[in-house]
């Protein structure tokens, strides 16, 4: 039986963006409309209701991300029950696990296939399914460079792992056991049974990794619906959140409620401040301040350093402490960390959200239900946490470490550098038996920044040659011009700008020279002649372009530094939503 009489043909000037391709009565809407109704759609869902876009990043080659079809489904209920019509679209999904050479060289490219896809479809709001690291900031900066009613829905965390009766967590556990394995404290074969102990459902890393921290900066920024950041992806209550996001984001278009009026300073500096307190990932400060770029939002290293340094770390999860993000959950989660933080006046408590309500009136009357994850104000697990941002004639434009997961008698150290140029030449010299090395060193990377991997690879926390570790040797300094995973831990500098590959003093170092590292002053020193380094200056070439053409050639020209996001310097700012011209 047909349905033709009963749907509704506007004039194409409806009240929504999507009005202008689904709206005419002329050849164009009819396009339109027949080729969506191959689906099975009705006539009547044409009527003028908002488009939502669900903006999926499921796949299975990304494990964090491979239940997304499910919180897709959970997500279209709400739609359709608040009077919208949902529609799922795929965009690229950057798996951090089997992305190579890493997932951070695409996160541009996934943020401008984001941006194009909303701005080219009817699409009058959008719901961004995130999860694995990279996905969670390509798809709001995007979104942001749209400006459409838009909010995030984390896919969540996986439960506990557990081995031999202790927590283990991943990403944190994998640099453990595989140092123990070194040790010969942990046989090959203890080893490869933990693998299916630390993964053991869907979600993605269950430490206070960068994908969890991206988790609670979607809430700390009012993004997210209140608790999107730690509810386990297994929970029967991801799907509740996932259906209420869909009532709300249709709510959303209907007051015109878009990402620049969320993504204010405010929020970030609210989202800075949560960053400290939860112990959040170095990867933060990069995705943030591009995400910044994207809104006109002013944010600077500075920012960072200035309002995350006095915020205690209050949160007792790996790798910084011992608890995991489903603790956490149970714990109360981000709202209780946002109450206290309210509570002692480090909050801007009017900060707007996606659903409508202010940040503190989401969270005023969250409680902690286990004061050994969510520590006590006056019994923080660092004191001062954040991120620590250092300067000197080594990091002119800055670089970051992270405090809370650093070794307290590492924090002002002086010693000889041992230098590896790439990440290869790491990896040949390292376990040589030869190398003159011992635990007062200073490991030093090169050429592993946003133009010299590229795309800026979590290799920063190199791993500690096997003669020291057998020694009983845990810790060492290391600098770098890449990144960490957020899984990871150690007295560990990172994002050095301007990073070698472009040319900045860290392309200098050479073995031997003495580094001075002063955290409470926010010091990164060479001890090397000025006559000297400009003599090495002169001698230095820089490393040719990855490729000739295609993406990595156009990312290697445009790709900002570490200090300024590391987006690319053409996508910074909102184009917005213009509907594109008709073709038919």
């Keep these: 039986?047909?349905?033709?009489?009963?749907?509704?043909?506007?004039?194409?000037?409806?009240?929504?963006?999507?009005?202008?391709?689904?709206?005419?009565?002329?050849?164009?809407?009819?396009?339109?409309?027949?080729?969506?109704?191959?689906?099975?759609?009705?006539?009547?869902?044409?009527?003028?209701?908002?488009?939502?876009?669900?903006?999926?990043?499921?796949?299975?080659?990304?494990?964090?991300?491979?239940?997304?079809?499910?919180?897709?489904?959970?997500?279209?209920?709400?739609?359709?029950?608040?009077?919208?019509?949902?529609?799922?679209?795929?965009?690229?999904?950057?798996?951090?696990?089997?992305?190579?050479?890493?997932?951070?060289?695409?996160?541009?490219?996934?943020?401008?296939?984001?941006?194009?896809?909303?701005?080219?479809?009817?699409?009058?709001?959008?719901?961004?399914?995130?999860?694995?690291?990279?996905?969670?900031?390509?798809?709001?900066?995007?979104?942001?460079?749209?400006?459409?009613?838009?909010?995030?829905?984390?896919?969540?965390?996986?439960?506990?792992?557990?081995?031999?009766?202790?927590?283990?967590?991943?990403?944190?556990?994998?640099?453990?056991?595989?140092?123990?394995?070194?040790?010969?404290?942990?046989?090959?074969?203890?080893?490869?049974?933990?693998?299916?102990?630390?993964?053991?459902?869907?979600?993605?890393?269950?430490?206070?990794?960068?994908?969890?921290?991206?988790?609670?900066?979607?809430?700390?920024?009012?993004?997210?619906?209140?608790?999107?950041?730690?509810?386990?992806?297994?929970?029967?209550?991801?799907?509740?959140?996932?259906?209420?996001?869909?009532?709300?984001?249709?709510?959303?278009?209907?007051?015109?409620?878009?990402?620049?009026?969320?993504?204010?300073?405010?929020?970030?500096?609210?989202?800075?401040?949560l960053n400290g307190a939860i112990g959040g990932s170095t990867n933060a400060v990069i995705h943030l301040i591009a995400l910044a770029g994207r809104v006109g939002v002013p944010l600077t290293l500075e920012d960072w350093d200035r309002l995350g340094g006095e915020v205690p770390t209050l949160v007792n999860l790996m790798p910084s402490g011992e608890y995991l993000m489903e603790d956490f959950y149970y714990a109360g989660g981000l709202p209780a960390v946002i109450r206290v933080l309210g509570e002692k006046g480090m909050l801007h408590k009017d900060a707007l959200t996606v659903n409508g309500k202010s940040i503190w009136e989401n969270s005023k009357d969250a409680a902690i239900y286990d004061d050994k994850v969510i520590l006590p104000w006056d019994k923080p697990l660092t004191a001062k946490g954040g991120i620590a941002v250092l300067r000197g004639n080594l990091a002119p434009d800055g670089a970051v470490l992270k405090p809370s997961a650093a070794s307290p008698d590492l924090m002002k150290h002086r010693g000889r550098a041992v230098v590896f140029e790439t990440i290869e030449h790491y990896y040949e010299r390292i376990n040589d038996a030869s190398l003159d090395i011992d635990e007062t060193c200073v490991m030093v990377l090169k050429n592993c920044g946003p133009k010299g991997y590229p795309g800026m690879a979590e290799v920063g926390n190199m791993g500690l040659p096997e003669k020291l570790l057998k020694k009983g040797v845990t810790d060492m300094v290391r600098i770098s011009d890449a990144r960490m995973s957020g899984t990871a831990y150690g007295t560990v500098v990172l994002h050095v700008s301007p990073e070698a590959a472009a040319g900045g003093p860290l392309a200098l170092v050479a073995d031997g020279d003495m580094i001075e590292l002063d955290v409470p002053g926010r010091r990164l020193h060479l001890d090397v002649a000025e006559a000297e380094l400009a003599k090495r200056r002169q001698a230095w070439t820089p490393p040719a372009p990855p490729m000739a053409g295609g993406y990595q050639k156009l990312y290697y020209d445009h790709v900002l530094q570490a200090d300024r996001g590391a987006d690319l310097d053409f996508l910074v700012g909102s184009r917005g939503a213009a509907v594109p011209r008709e073709s038919h």
């Design 1 to 273: 039986m047909s349905d033709a009489k009963d749907g509704k043909k506007g004039n194409g000037k409806g009240k929504y963006r999507s009005s202008a391709w689904y709206g005419p009565a002329d050849m164009g809407g009819f396009i339109h409309r027949s080729w969506m109704r191959n689906q099975g759609l009705p006539s009547h869902v044409f009527d003028g209701r908002p488009v939502i876009g669900i903006c999926n990043t499921k796949s299975e080659f990304n494990p964090c991300n491979a239940h997304f079809d499910i919180i897709a489904d959970h997500v279209k209920r709400g739609v359709w029950e608040a009077g919208g019509f949902p529609v799922d679209f795929p965009v690229m999904s950057l798996g951090e696990i089997t992305f190579r050479p890493t997932a951070m060289l695409f996160r541009n490219l996934a943020a401008m296939e984001v941006e194009e896809a909303i701005r080219g479809q009817p699409i009058d709001g959008v719901v961004l399914l995130v999860g694995c690291d990279k996905t969670t900031p390509s798809l709001m900066m995007g979104a942001a460079s749209c400006d459409l009613p838009a909010l995030a829905i984390s896919g969540g965390p996986m439960l506990n792992g557990r081995y031999k009766g202790e927590r283990i967590g991943s990403g944190t556990h994998v640099w453990k056991f595989s140092e123990a394995v070194k040790a010969g404290k942990m046989t090959v074969e203890e080893f490869m049974n933990a693998e299916a102990a630390m993964s053991r459902s869907p979600g993605h890393c269950m430490t206070m990794g960068t994908a969890s921290t991206m988790a609670s900066m979607v809430e700390a920024l009012g993004m997210g619906m209140p608790e999107n950041a730690a509810i386990p992806a297994a929970d029967s209550r991801r799907g509740t959140l996932a259906h209420m996001a869909g009532r709300r984001i249709v709510e959303m278009v209907h007051e015109d409620l878009k990402m620049s009026k969320i993504l204010t300073r405010q929020a970030f500096e609210n989202a800075i401040r």
